[in-house]
């Protein structure tokens, strides 16, 4: 068994003593204070032990997901919940709560959930967000026939699974939710999965997985149709890029350490973010930064640490902190949501095509302007390909994309 997933009932119990004990002192979390070495061969998160993976390495035909569950509770903001909260997202990013009804957004993911609407259902609770419009699927669109129960080496999928939807409800409470289960994590039945998503009538697909260190695995035809906008997260490995955020098609999500402080937020990059140079995947005509031939990724960033989630399967129970670029990912699809505007998107074209303007994209998004990406090659190191803030590319770093959402202006 991976060693991950050995750990992980001992780190339940911790955690779950940790949220019945959320009066303690709030710290900010150790990846916003960049302590990891950029020349580092392990990402920041396991180099440290801040978190451990609970979808194990795969080989190639297969795919990770991408949350990452934390050691410790290390940021209490409400009794019993530990992490940031729907308010965290909605004051940083400035969501209008009041649009996104109608607009559907796609979750893709792998094996069944059996508690996902029971879950997201006290999350919304929790958090006052309504009653969920959510639907669940299998990959060949029936509400029934669900694929085999995450379990074994995918136990992992279904903590993915409820932080999707969740993460897409924090943002878009009245964006209608449909959860598509691919019958394994095997990027044939994921595809399969892709392509229900968008018959079943999506507009926003938003994928928390990847190929890990590989840039074609899966067909692009899955991930390119008219009028839906395909969203997917840039990895926890730190420098480097995976499919289906490689590809041009697709909207590529980085992540940040969001700190918050009363009504005071303050961003920097997630060191275990990916970013780069997506070698081998033709540069798409809307993007002309200087330093890499191939797509560069990433297009836009959101929160990818610290964040609170509710879980009750397997041997997860109860509120948990999570971090990772899957949390970024269904963020931004959710905003998507809310801009009602998927039909007119290509990919990211209208973000990078919006920066050729320094006035309107600095309105529209964020800038982020400190930190960087763990394992920077030593030739990248202090450019804008591994390190925000340089000013190479106007407010443009690859880790952090273009920045995080400020309303929907950008989408």
């Known amino acids: 068994m991976n060693a991950s997933l050995k750990l992980l009932a001992p780190l339940c119990t911790a955690l779950a003593v940790a949220a019945c004990n959320a009066g303690g002192s709030s710290t900010v979390p150790a990846a916003a204070g960049q302590t990891a070495s950029a020349t580092s061969s392990l990402p920041h998160w396991k180099a440290t032990g801040e978190a451990v993976q609970v979808c194990p390495d795969v080989p190639r035909g297969y795919a990770q997901c991408d949350v990452l569950l934390q050691v410790k509770n290390i940021h209490p903001n409400a009794a019993g919940v530990a992490g940031l909260v729907p308010s965290d997202f909605q004051g940083r990013y400035d969501t209008p709560s009041t649009r996104g009804s109608g607009q559907i957004v796609a979750i893709v993911d792998a094996y069944d959930n059996p508690n996902a609407a029971s879950d997201l259902a006290e999350y919304r609770s929790e958090f006052g967000l309504g009653t969920a419009n959510f639907y669940k699927y299998n ?62 009538g999506a507009h926003i697909v938003s994928n928390s997985w990847g190929c890990t260190g590989s840039n074609d695995c899966l067909d692009t035809s899955y991930f390119d ?135 309107k994209i600095a309105k529209a998004l964020h800038a982020i302007t400190s930190g960087f990406v763990a394992k920077c090659p030593a030739s990248l190191k202090g450019t804008y390909l591994c390190e925000a803030g340089t000013g190479e590319y106007g407010q443009y770093s690859a880790p952090t994309g273009w920045g995080t959402p400020d309303g929907i202006k950008a989408f």
């Open 225 to 359: 149709s008219p009028g839906v906008v395909y969203l997917a997260s840039a990895g926890d490995g730190a420098y480097g890029t995976q499919a289906p955020a490689a590809l041009a098609s697709v909207v590529s999500v980085g992540g940040t350490v969001l700190s918050v402080s009363g009504s005071q937020y303050t961003e920097t990059v997630w060191p275990d973010s990916g970013a780069g140079c997506a070698s081998g995947i033709t540069k798409p005509s809307w993007q002309h930064d200087p330093k890499c031939t191939y797509r560069t990724d990433n297009d836009v960033s959101a929160v990818a640490n610290n964040v609170a989630e509710y879980d009750t399967y397997g041997p997860y129970k109860g509120w948990l902190t999570v971090e990772g670029t899957s949390i970024a990912s269904p963020l931004v699809g959710g905003i998507y949501g809310l801009a009602e505007n998927a039909s007119k998107q290509n990919a990211a074209e209208n973000i990078w095509t919006l920066a050729k303007k320094a006035k």
């Open 139 to 200: 990959q060949d669109g029936q509400q029934s026939n669900y694929p085999s129960e995450c379990s074994g080496s995918g136990t992992g999928w279904c903590l993915e699974d409820d932080l999707d939807i969740e993460m897409v409800s924090a943002v878009c409470p009245l964006c209608t939710i449909y959860l598509i289960e691919a019958n394994t994590n095997g990027t044939s039945d994921l595809e399969t999965a892709e392509a229900q998503a968008v018959t079943l």
